[in-house]
């Protein structure tokens, strides 16, 4: 029997890059869900259901390093991927304080990002 794919949850206030991401990664093979915010996630549960969250810093309400703080409080480690349009280095020292495993500046291409998930996906268990 094939292997389940690894579920994906993508946080990122602009709806054009959001949509993108999201093809991008159901080509490559990745279930995904998608959030235009951190509170958004929050009302769900699909942390809870992830392999990796690949969240932006800077979303509209709460900011990606926030929602991170939040999940981990909760008892959710789920890997997670920031990535940033606007990157100062103040920003990438407190998002991989927060155990990031990868921190990303839009725009990246494309294999960075499936190299990021997929270090972030091959150890998990579903």
């Known amino acids: 029997m094939a292997a389940q794919p690894a579920i994906v949850v993508v946080v990122d206030d602009n709806p054009g890059f959001l949509s993108s991401v999201i093809r991008l990664l159901s080509v490559h093979g ?20 992830a392999q990796c969250l690949l969240v932006d810093i800077h979303l509209g309400g ?44 839009k725009p990246f291409a494309p294999p960075l990002l499936l190299d990021a998930i997929t270090k972030a996906t091959s150890g998990a268990t579903g």
């Open 30 to 49: 990745f279930d995904t869900r998608a959030f235009n915010s951190a509170e958004a996630l929050l009302e769900s549960d699909a942390a809870q259901t």
């Open 62 to 105: 709460l900011s990606g390093i926030e929602l991170r703080r939040q999940l981990v409080a909760s008892g959710c480690n789920c890997p997670v991927i920031f990535m940033t349009a606007v990157d100062d280095d103040a920003k990438r020292i407190e998002a991989m304080r927060t155990g990031a495993i990868a921190y990303l500046k």
